[in-house]
Antibody
Framework: EVQLVESGGGLVQPGGSLRLSCAASGFTFSSYWMNWVRQAPGKGLEWVANINQDGSQKHYVDSVKGRFTISRDNAKNSLYLQMNRLRAEDTALYYC?????????????WGQGILVTVSS | DIQMTQSPSTLSASVGDRVTITCRASQSISSWLAWYQQRPGKAPKLLIYKASSLESGVPSRFSGSGSGTEFTLTISSLQPDDFATYYCQHYNSYPLTFGGGTKVEIK
């Protein structure tokens, strides 16, 4: 069974940093593009970033470019999101999600999400 | 960036109703469109990919159609489990973007 379990969320002050992790199991993690998607409280879904199988390709939404860095460790079956210079508008539930096995771009498995709150 | 616009934003319906949700893309995305269901407090769940392909395990009352810029998600006979919010998402290019969502409520 595919499992994606996010961790590392919490309360952080504006301008601070946080590192999210996503532990994957039940599939060959190293074969899949992986994503972070967020959802502000009471709002819709926003794709944040993704990374290819060996970490050589990364894409980001404009609003996080230069502040967030996506990475992975295939030996540990883990995905990460380093978030720096956090803003109030980054407050959201952050989901880890895998891209389909053909790498076309739809998100077939999702974690349960981890809450990040940016507030003083 | 490609903008995805869903309508309606809220829909009131009864069990057994046929329900249709529309998603429009700001430019052609061929058939690179997915639909997700999100129940309250839960993660999104993939329903449809490539505009009309049903994800394994998803009930056949769900169907998708369209190509280019206009797409629809249809639920042929609404069931109690289907009261949720539905999102479309394109994957034609980066950034990937979602529609604003359609909340299906009990009438």
């Amino acid at each position: 069974e595919v499992q994606l379990v996010e961790s590392g969320g919490g309360l952080v002050q504006p301008g601070g940093s946080l590192r999210l992790s996503c532990a994957a199991s039940g599939f060959t993690f190293s074969s899949y593009w992986m994503n972070w998607v967020r959802q502000a409280p009471g709002k819709g879904l926003e794709w944040v970033a993704n990374i290819n199988q060996d970490g050589s390709q990364k894409h980001y939404v404009d609003s996080v470019k230069g502040r967030f860095t996506i990475s992975r460790d295939n030996a540990k079956n883990s995905l990460y999101l380093q978030m720096n210079r956090l803003r109030a508008e980054d407050t959201a539930l952050y989901y880890c999600a895998s891209i389909d096995s053909d790498n076309t771009g739809y998100l077939d498995f999702w974690g349960q999400g981890i809450l990040v709150t940016v507030s003083s | 960036d490609i903008q995805m616009t869903q309508s309606p934003s809220t829909l009131s319906a009864s069990v057994g109703d046929r329900v249709t949700i529309t998603c429009r893309a700001s430019q052609s995305i061929s058939s690179w469109l997915a639909w997700y269901q999100q129940r309250p407090g839960k993660a999104p769940k993939l329903l449809i990919y490539k505009a009309s392909s049903l994800e394994s395990g998803v009930p056949s009352r769900f169907s998708g159609s369209g190509s280019g810029t206009e797409f629809t998600l249809t639920i042929s006979s609404l069931q109690p489990d289907d009261f949720a919010t539905y999102y479309c998402q394109h994957y034609n290019s980066y950034p990937l973007t979602f529609g604003g969502g359609t909340k299906v409520e009990i009438k």
